[in-house]
């Protein structure tokens, strides 16, 4: 079976500039979380989904959005990038909302 | 404080030593933890789900502790091939969200 997949792999924005990220879970799972990683911390949580609703949001700007879609991928928003939106964004998929499995993520650099 | 703490290390230990990580959590409400493993530049793996009776898979053993907070993690028998970061990972007050530590970096030399 497929893992998640997240795209792009990679990308170069510059300040003030829109991103759009994208997420398939693994086949089966409903739940979708999205994690923001900065070098040398742990993912620091910021959207979760599960059947298509926003079940939880971490602290994190208005600028940061999320959607699920029927089919259950789901795609992360971000306006008004800052150099400080660098990082790496990962996507998790859980059956539930337990036991969670990372995609390869987005390596974002804002310039 | 911190939700989730580590002792970010590094670690460095040779081939074949047993080495124990410990992770501390504050919220005293939280159910469900985890251990993952990140290489350098990849996404954090998940290495073992923590239950409360403790649980061993191969080289591996996870224990909790609720009456202190704290989880660890046990390797025996290091390889080189375990050098990563080790993440802890509690959830949230809703339950749906993971806090990971910062993570505790392990180094096995030939």
């Known amino acids: 079976d497929a893992g998640v997949t997240q795209s792009p792999t990679h990308l170069i924005k510059t300040r003030g500039q829109h991103v759009t990220l994208r997420c398939s879970p693994i086949s089966g799972h409903k739940s979708v979380s999205w994690y923001q990683q900065v070098l040398g911390q742990g993912p620091q949580f910021i959207f979760q989904y599960y059947e298509k609703e926003e079940r939880g949001r971490g602290n994190f700007p208005d600028r940061f959005s999320a959607r699920q879609f029927p089919n259950y991928s789901s795609e992360l928003n971000v306006n008004a990038l800052l150099l400080g939106d660098s990082a790496l964004y990962l996507c998790?998929?859980?059956?539930?909302?337990?036991?969670?499995?990372f995609g390869p993520g987005t390596r974002l650099t804002v310039t | 404080r911190k939700e989730v703490e580590q002792d970010p290390g590094p670690f460095n230990v040779p081939e074949g030593a047993t080495v124990a990580f410990n992770c501390t959590y504050s919220?005293?409400?939280?159910?469900?933890f985890f251990w993952y493993r990140q290489d350098c530049r990849k996404e954090p793996k998940l290495l073992m789900s923590?239950?409360?009776s403790g649980n061993e898979d191969g080289r591996f053993t996870a224990q909790l502790n609720r009456a202190s907070q704290y989880i660890s993690l046990l390797i025996r028998d290091s390889k080189l091939s375990d050098s990563a970061t080790y993440l802890c990972?509690?959830?949230?007050?809703?339950?749906?969200?993971?806090?990971f530590g910062k993570g505790t970096s392990l180094l096995v030399t030939p």
């Open positions: 998790a998929s859980s059956l539930t909302t337990d036991e969670q499995y």
């Open positions: 919220n005293s409400a939280s159910q469900s």
């Open positions: 990972a509690v959830n949230t007050d809703s339950g749906y969200a993971l806090n």
């Open positions: 923590v239950y409360s």
